[in-house]
């Protein structure tokens, strides 16, 4: 079997169905025990107290607006070479989801840095280039919302999505030339592996990755399986249309 | 392709004095900040490289719905699409004729508005200098937005919500540019990175926005 | 079975309220959607079968 057939709107109905409960399922599974254990069974930090807490939700809500994005990007890019239906309504379902993930990482962000920093928004640079990657979130979805024909929403959503991912790099650098800020490192070197998290830590972090990660498919999965239904009505609709011409 | 980027120059000049009312618009934004912070000389001059980039901003994205508007009501976008000229070559023109109507006039009252704001004869030259680097970038930009919202029935305020997340990293590098300068630092890197950051628009965003054409003509 | 989350204990309620609030509206609208999609397929499925 190609590879590529997953993409048929028919058959991914048919494999996102009976994927969609286990999804949901370990989803909301991980994300419960991940979030009760780092809320409930971790120890406080002995220089940042219980606000240490807020990493739990803060660091993978942070890492999935990002891979939201990455996301869409690389479905933009399949739907512009390729032209699967499929992968331009991941994309639209993708993108409200990062929305929120980056209004999460914001506001806990800000809840965060009260106590620690003495400020609820500081001018640094990742705080500055995740309200500039929330805009191209915005400026995504408001396209999508605009446009009514469905096939070129999707065209110019994708080519947005692709200019968009390079002006969004070029800012985080542009950013990052302008402030140097208060935020501390990356709390988890994946490519070096060393950490700066102690493991009592790190254990229910990773665990609340993953069940960000897993929320994150299940609600793209659903989301997606929505827009194809919808695509799908309209077809219909636009089909009885022209029956109910024809017999006039 | 000259005689189209004639007629543009030309649509544009005639077109009801937009390039005064550019400049004007400008003009405004910028006498309108010493009224909101106070008149201050201090602050004022640390504030006029960011205030002169970002109304220079606005008033540049404010005049992009003209730029394929006008021909795509009367149907010579199609005709021009249909045409042996390839659509990158069309936005190429367009954005320029942009830059030429709307940005230069922008660069050459930029000085005057900054001696108003206080700010030091000496860092003049570099004001107009990151302008005249930064500024392709935007009209570039600018041009690609206006296609994608040239499909949507009322685009003006989605034209900008689009359009200006991609002016960051152009304001950020042109306020650097000129800050560097007053500081005494005299930092190259700014204006190498402008410069980088239009030609790289200049050059590569005529084949997005003849993509979104292309597809929104379909 | 109660925590002492110390004098942070208002931020930290706060960023869990936010989040849990902010993913549940998400999953709960995404789930109505799915479901409004669904019916609404339905009966246009049935009534193009009976059309034809």
């Given at each position: 079997?190609?590879?590529?057939?997953?993409?048929?709107?028919?058959?991914?109905?048919?494999?996102?169905?009976?994927?969609?409960?286990?999804?949901?399922?370990?989803?909301?599974?991980?994300?419960?025990?991940?979030?009760?254990?780092?809320?409930?069974?971790?120890?406080?930090?002995?220089?940042?107290?219980?606000?240490?807490?807020?990493?739990?939700?803060?660091?993978?809500?942070?890492?999935?607006?990002?891979?939201?994005?990455?996301?869409?990007?690389?479905?933009?890019?399949?739907?512009?070479?390729?032209?699967?239906?499929?992968?331009?309504?991941?994309?639209?379902?993708?993108?409200?989801?990062?929305?929120?993930?980056?209004?999460?990482?914001?506001?806990?962000?800000?809840?965060?840095?009260?106590?620690?920093?003495?400020?609820?928004?500081?001018?640094?640079?990742?705080?500055?280039?995740?309200?500039?990657?929330?805009?191209?979130?915005?400026?995504?979805?408001?396209?999508?919302?605009?446009?009514?024909?469905?096939?070129?929403?999707?065209?110019?959503?994708?080519v947005l999505c692709l200019v968009g991912s390079v002006f969004a790099l070029l800012s985080r650098y542009a950013v990052q030339f302008w402030n140097q800020g208060l935020h501390q490192g990356t709390s988890v070197p994946v490519a070096t592996g060393e950490r700066t998290v102690d493991d009592v830590f790190f254990a229910p972090l990773?665990?609340?990755?993953?069940?960000?990660?897993l929320l994150f498919i299940a609600l793209v999965l659903t989301r997606t399986r929505t827009e194809l239904r919808l695509r799908r009505a309209r077809a219909l609709e636009a089909r009885q249309r022209m029956r109910l011409e024809q017999s006039v | 392709m000259k005689a189209l980027f004639w007629r543009d120059l030309k649509l544009a000049?005639?077109?009801?004095?937009?390039?005064?009312?550019?400049?004007?618009?400008?003009?405004?934004?910028?006498?309108?900040?010493?009224?909101?912070?106070?008149?201050?000389?201090?602050?004022?001059?640390?504030?006029?490289?960011?205030?002169?980039?970002?109304?220079?901003?606005?008033?540049?994205?404010?005049?992009?719905?003209?730029?394929?508007?006008?021909?795509?009501?009367?149907?010579?976008?199609?005709?021009?699409?249909?045409?042996?000229?390839?659509?990158?070559?069309?936005?190429?023109?367009?954005?320029?004729?942009?830059?030429?109507?709307?940005?230069?006039?922008?660069?050459?009252?930029?000085?005057?508005?900054?001696?108003?704001?206080?700010?030091?004869?000496?860092?003049?030259?570099?004001?107009?200098?990151?302008?005249?680097?930064?500024?392709?970038?935007?009209?570039?930009?600018?041009?690609?937005?206006?296609?994608?919202?040239?499909?949507?029935?009322?685009?003006?305020?989605?034209?900008?919500?689009?359009?200006?997340?991609?002016?960051?990293?152009?304001?950020?590098?042109g306020t650097t540019a000129i800050t560097s300068v007053l500081s005494g630092s005299g930092e190259m890197t700014p204006f190498l990175m402008l410069a980088g950051i239009s030609l790289g628009s200049v050059g590569l965003m005529p084949f997005a926005s003849s993509a979104v054409l292309r597809f929104g003509l379909r | 079975m109660m925590?002492?989350?110390?004098?942070?204990?208002?931020?930290?309620?706060?960023?869990?309220?936010?989040?849990?609030?902010?993913?549940?509206?998400?999953?709960?609208?995404?789930?109505?959607?799915?479901?409004?999609?669904?019916?609404?397929?339905?009966?246009?499925?049935?009534?193009?079968?009976?059309?034809?």
């Amino acid at each position: 079997m190609n590879f590529w057939q997953f993409a048929n709107p028919t058959v991914f109905m048919s494999w996102s169905g009976k994927l969609l409960p286990w999804a949901w399922l370990t989803a909301l599974a991980s994300l419960a025990v991940a979030l009760v254990w780092g809320f409930f069974f971790t120890p406080d930090d002995f220089r940042m107290g219980s606000t240490v807490k807020i990493i739990y939700i803060h660091v993978p809500a942070a890492m999935m607006a990002i891979n939201a994005w990455l996301m869409m990007f690389v479905a933009s890019l399949i739907w512009f070479i390729r032209r699967h239906h499929v992968s331009a309504l991941a994309a639209k379902a993708a993108a409200p989801i990062g929305l929120v993930m980056t209004l999460i990482a914001i506001a806990t962000g800000a809840i965060w840095g009260k106590p620690m920093w003495g400020t609820y928004w500081a001018w640094d640079p990742r705080l500055t280039s995740f309200l500039i990657l929330c805009f191209f979130f915005v400026g995504y979805i408001a396209l999508w919302e605009a446009l009514e024909s469905s096939d070129v929403a999707a065209d110019l959503t994708s080519v947005l999505c692709l200019v968009g991912s390079v002006f969004a790099l070029l800012s985080r650098y542009a950013v990052q030339f302008w402030n140097q800020g208060l935020h501390q490192g990356t709390s988890v070197p994946v490519a070096t592996g060393e950490r700066t998290v102690d493991d009592v830590f790190f254990a229910p972090l990773a665990l609340a990755m993953l069940g960000f990660g897993l929320l994150f498919i299940a609600l793209v999965l659903t989301r997606t399986r929505t827009e194809l239904r919808l695509r799908r009505a309209r077809a219909l609709e636009a089909r009885q249309r022209m029956r109910l011409e024809q017999s006039v | 392709m000259k005689a189209l980027f004639w007629r543009d120059l030309k649509l544009a000049v005639a077109s009801g004095g937009g390039v005064w009312l550019t400049c004007v618009f400008f003009a405004i934004l910028v006498v309108m900040i010493p009224f909101g912070v106070g008149s201050e000389r201090g602050v004022l001059v640390r504030i006029a490289p960011g205030v002169i980039w970002v109304a220079a901003l606005l008033a540049t994205f404010l005049s992009l719905d003209r730029i394929f508007a006008s021909d795509a009501e009367d149907g010579s976008l199609e005709v021009l699409a249909q045409s042996p000229l390839p659509l990158e070559a069309l936005t190429l023109i367009k954005a320029l004729a942009h830059w030429i109507t709307t940005c230069v006039p922008l660069v050459v009252i930029a000085p005057i508005l900054g001696a108003m704001l206080g700010m030091p004869f000496v860092s003049l030259g570099p004001l107009v200098l990151s302008l005249l680097l930064g500024t392709p970038a935007l009209s570039a930009i600018g041009t690609f937005g206006a296609a994608l919202v040239l499909f949507v029935a009322r685009g003006g305020m989605l034209l900008s919500i689009l359009v200006l997340p991609f002016a960051f990293p152009t304001l950020i590098f042109g306020t650097t540019a000129i800050t560097s300068v007053l500081s005494g630092s005299g930092e190259m890197t700014p204006f190498l990175m402008l410069a980088g950051i239009s030609l790289g628009s200049v050059g590569l965003m005529p084949f997005a926005s003849s993509a979104v054409l292309r597809f929104g003509l379909r | 079975m109660m925590v002492d989350l110390g004098k942070y204990a208002g931020d930290v309620f706060a960023a869990y309220a936010i989040t849990l609030t902010a993913l549940a509206g998400l999953v709960l609208w995404s789930y109505a959607q799915a479901k409004r999609a669904k019916s609404k397929l339905a009966s246009l499925e049935a009534e193009a079968k009976d059309a034809s």
